[in-house]
């Protein structure tokens, strides 16, 4: 489905729980990124990774931590120290950073409860 | 960093006419400006983009204008139909110690009335 799969669709967290969001490419893709939506916010970076094993912060890192151990796998971690963690989450995928479209995952809406 | 506006938020147009979306930017160091499609419950998809070498990009009904002297990039849709209601981004990809940063506006919702 698009080659990049966000899992699980919809989440549910009590307050104070760590969760991981999960993100997997089969395209090849050497840059992936995590977005959050909001409504009238647009998309909001959170952090991206070019390469295995590096990643940068976004402009909304606060509260959220990834890993890039594989090429294929960008997972995104909501922490506890996240005031306002309820959104849409997007991940992406593009073939390098740069002057490349993004190709995107379904979202996970996580919900704090 | 960069900061992309885009206008208007929301736009309603009748089937048949032409809808215009607008986006400017702040770093003339971008270069890359891609245009995404959201229906409602679904992931952006790119539409179309434009790079900053090229004026103008076609595609069918949907164009794409670049002005770099002024930094604005405008999307257009002729003969609008039903199914061009969505939410619509701009975005604007700049280079920051060497890595690209891509930024989006903060959408418009398209309605297009049969």
């Known amino acids: 489905d698009g080659g990049i799969t966000q899992s699980p669709k919809y989440l549910f967290r009590k307050e104070g729980q760590n969760v991981t969001l999960s993100c997997e490419q089969n395209l090849n893709h050497d840059a992936m990124y995590w977005y959050r939506q909001d409504p009238g916010q647009g998309l909001r970076l959170i952090y991206y990774?070019?390469?295995?094993?590096?990643?940068q912060k976004g402009d909304i890192a606060e509260g959220y931590s990834v890993s890039r151990e594989k090429k294929e796998s960008f997972p995104l971690t909501v922490t506890s120290a996240q005031k306002n963690p309820t959104a849409f989450y997007l991940c992406?995928?593009?073939?390098?950073?740069?002057?490349?479209?993004?190709?995107f995952g379904s979202g996970t809406r996580l919900t704090v409860v | 960093g960069e900061n992309v506006e885009q206008h208007p938020s929301t736009l309603s147009v009748q089937e048949g006419d032409s809808a215009v979306i607008k986006c400017t930017y702040s770093d003339s160091a971008s270069n890359y400006f891609p245009w995404y499609k959201q229906e409602l419950g679904k992931r952006p998809q790119l539409i179309i983009d434009i790079r900053s070498n090229v004026g103008e990009k076609k595609d069918q009904r949907i164009a794409v204008t670049l002005n770099k002297t002024a930094k604005h990039f405008s999307l257009h849709i002729t003969e609008t139909q039903p199914e061009d209601s969505a939410v619509y981004f701009c975005?604007?990809?700049?280079?920051?110690?060497?890595?690209?940063?891509?930024?989006f506006g903060r959408g418009t919702s398209l309605i297009v009335h049969p």
């Open positions: 975005a604007a990809s700049y280079a920051s110690g060497g890595s690209y940063i891509p930024t």
């Open positions: 990774s070019q390469i295995v094993n590096d990643f």
């Open positions: 992406a995928s593009s073939i390098k950073q740069g002057d490349y479209g993004y190709t």
